[in-house]
């Protein structure tokens, strides 16, 4: 069989970050287009299906799109994810209402469906006529908690390697003192090991640092915890590709996001590979100040 022709239909709340994810993609080599007419969604779609090259494609869309229709785009999809030759993905870009109206009266932009009143009565009204493709969508990405910088990187995290058909695995660190990450489909609390914090030597070193690796590895618990969260994801990504799931984000925390969770992160990720996966790694606080306040909270 032929290479599959991977297309992903991103779309979302206005202002929630569609555009922001459609340049990543286009950066990383997808080819990319914007608010195209829905009517001419199976045409393109054929026609790029006629041809040789098989470069990933994603097409944007949102409630000011000509034709926009949700449950004509969501026939659409069904019948282009029954062929054999096609790798239909959907990814809905969504924010809590909020964030979106912040952001609105923020940059002093119209909203598209407020039409002479409100941001907020504009936000309500198109998260009603998009709820459709919200439940339908493959991938969800909520960036109510999210910069532009971190959408980024979550795209490019999950798309920059990822072939046809295999699993996308993000396995990260972060510190609880600065909050839990928004998108993590799996969190483990690595809290319950020594802190290196609390050693001088080790304060400025990370989780990378091999002071710090052999200080946990000494640590009374690490080991044999470390070896039960690693067996119950090999157990568990299988079962979550046999069900369709096609991204699974683990993520690892401790108090800071420096130590404990970024030492654990690197073995897990070393372990998926060694098992046949091939996960991205990312450290959220790690270039945070050891001595940071907010790193002295309790252990």
């Known amino acids: 069989?032929?290479?599959?022709?991977?297309?992903?239909?991103?779309?979302?709340?206005?202002?929630?970050?569609?555009?922001?994810?459609?340049?990543?993609?286009?950066?990383?080599?997808?080819?990319?287009?914007?608010?195209?007419?829905?009517?001419?969604?199976?045409?393109?779609?054929?026609?790029?299906?006629?041809?040789?090259?098989?470069?990933?494609?994603?097409?944007?869309?949102?409630?000011?799109?000509?034709?926009?229709?949700?449950?004509?785009?969501?026939?659409?999809?069904?019948?282009?994810?029954?062929?054999?030759?096609?790798?239909?993905i959907t990814q809905f870009i969504d924010c809590n209402n909020t964030e979106l109206e912040r952001r609105y009266n923020e940059t002093r932009r119209r909203h598209p469906l407020a039409r002479g009143r409100t941001a907020m009565d504009g936000i309500r009204a198109e998260r009603d006529v998009l709820e459709p493709l919200r439940r339908w969508a493959d991938m969800l990405i909520d960036t109510s908690e999210l910069s532009a910088n971190e959408l980024q990187q979550f795209v490019r995290q999950n798309f920059e390697t990822q072939e046809a058909g295999e699993l996308s695995i993000t396995v990260s660190s972060f510190g609880f003192a600065r909050g839990?990450?928004?998108?993590?489909?799996?969190?483990?609390?690595?809290r319950f090991l020594d802190n290196p914090h609390w050693d001088g030597d080790l304060r400025e070193l990370t989780g990378l640092d091999e002071p710090v690796t052999q200080f946990?590895?000494?640590?009374?618990?690490?080991?044999?915890?470390?070896?039960?969260?690693?067996?119950?994801?090999?157990?568990?990504?299988?079962?979550?590709q046999a069900q369709g799931k096609s991204y699974v984000h683990i993520a690892f925390g401790c108090t800071g996001g420096r130590h404990r969770s970024?030492?654990?992160?690197?073995?897990?990720?070393?372990?998926?590979?060694?098992?046949?996966?091939?996960?991205?790694?990312?450290?959220?606080?790690?270039?945070?100040?050891?001595?940071?306040?907010?790193?002295l909270q309790t252990a």
Request: net charge negative; no cysteine; charged share 30%.
């Open 1 to 88: 069989m032929s290479e599959r022709q991977k297309i992903m239909l991103v779309t979302g709340m206005s202002g929630a970050g569609k555009t922001t994810s459609l340049r990543v993609l286009e950066d990383l080599g997808w080819e990319t287009v914007d608010n195209f007419p829905i009517r001419l969604l199976r045409p393109l779609v054929r026609e790029v299906l006629a041809g040789q090259d098989r470069t990933p494609l994603a097409i944007g869309f949102d409630s000011r799109t000509r034709g926009f229709t949700p449950a004509t785009i969501v026939d659409i999809a069904k019948s282009l994810s029954d062929r054999d030759d096609l790798e239909l």
């Open 216 to 240: 946990l590895r000494r640590t009374d618990g690490f080991e044999e915890n470390f070896v039960r969260i690693r067996d119950l994801l090999l157990d568990l990504l299988p079962r979550y």
């Open 180 to 190: 839990m990450p928004p998108l993590a489909d799996l969190v483990f609390d690595m």
């Open 262 to 295: 970024v030492y654990t992160a690197e073995r897990i990720a070393h372990a998926l590979r060694e098992n046949g996966f091939k996960p991205t790694t990312a450290h959220r606080n790690l270039a945070s100040r050891a001595a940071d306040a907010v790193e």
